[in-house]
């Protein structure tokens, strides 16, 4: 039997854990624990590795929505001021009128 798949009953290992015996029905096979640590941890840095990869893929993509809304603003910045017939006075005195 090889150590990816062993297999033991969980009552087993407790009442063994619990009595601080040795397991001799069933017993882990050398390295199989340290593999099962070794499996998590990249299973963790592969997650990790997922979770950089996607957040380097939301900025991206938020700097493009950047970009295309400056563009977009540039443009109708431009129009705007090709048409001479629209022109914006803003007035400030609006508080003198009122007096």
């Known amino acids: ?12 290992e407790a009442l063994c ?4 015996i040795e397991n ?13 640590a070794a499996a998590a941890e990249a299973a963790k840095v592969a997650a990790a590795d997922e979770q950089a990869r ?14 295309a809304a400056l563009a977009m603003v540039d443009a109708e910045g431009e129009e705007e001021a090709g048409n001479a017939d629209e022109i914006v ?7 003198d009128d009122e007096e």
């Open 54 to 67: 996607a957040e380097e893929a939301r900025k991206a993509a938020l700097a493009e929505a950047k970009r």
């Open 24 to 36: 001799r029905i069933n017993p882990v096979p050398a390295g199989f624990r340290e593999a099962q």
């Open 1 to 12: 039997m090889s150590a990816a798949s062993w297999y033991t009953n969980p009552q087993t």
């Open 89 to 95: 006075v803003e007035d400030d005195d609006d508080d």
């Open 17 to 20: 854990d619990l009595l601080k």
